[in-house]
């Protein structure tokens, strides 16, 4: 006669469990979280007199420290420099209000989209100045060097005998505005609003025309990281999907933005 020994269907519970450990343990593994930011750029990124960064993105990255429970630590960089320093591992990603372009993903990889603030021109009040370049012709544009805004200025407009002067910071850019040696300046629309037309120096400038919008500006800003690294991406694209559940992210965003910058759906996209 044959015994038939009834063992407990442990198997798929046992592989469960494994691959949950596994998950737990690629996020635990994450302790610390080196961000780049470029401390020029309010209301994203800015020092205090005191030497402290303030800002949303440094806001941001708190709030997904502490969800990962994870340590964040800054590093401060110029703009254009953050992606060669990302690839020589000198910081682990970039929270530095960084658009999403086919240019840069062939360099560094992306998290989810985060936000999308727009891009504008600022320039002096009844200068009557466009974002195109008929308007532009013969007047200097001042961007910040390694932004989108400087890359679609060097290709639509700069051909056209527009004369578009990069900068190593914001602060520069604005600076040679009020000084009159620039006619206007291309840049970030939330950042212009917030960190320098409400400045003492920036009340005679306004935003001028519409909203510029083209495949060189991308579809939104998210963290940079390098080529490969999935486990920091999949960590922080988890942790951004708990802060905007919970929350967290839109009280953020409310404490520097007066209107919505939250990734919108697509018409006819699903949810």
Known sequence: ???????????????????????????????????????????????????KLVGFDIDLGNALCTQLQAKCVWVESQFDAMIPALKARKFDAILSDMGITEERMKQIDFTMPLYDTHVQLIARKGANLLPEAGSLKGKSVGVQQGTVQERYAKAKWEPYGVTVVAYGDQAQVESD?????????????????IGFLKQPQGQAFELAGPIVQDPIIGPGTAIGLRKGDTELKTALDNAFTAIKKDGTFDKIQKKYFATDISIQPQPGAGS
């Open 1 to 51: 006669m044959t015994v038939k020994i009834h063992r407990p269907r442990c198997g798929k519970i046992l592989t469960a469990l494994l691959l949950a450990g596994c998950a737990f343990g690629a996020q635990a593994s994450i302790k610390q979280i080196r961000f780049a930011v470029d401390p020029t750029y309010p209301p994203f990124e800015s020092k205090t007199p005191e030497g």
């Open 177 to 193: 505005l009020v000084a009159g040696r620039l006619d206007a300046v291309f840049t970030d629309a939330a950042q212009a609003a």
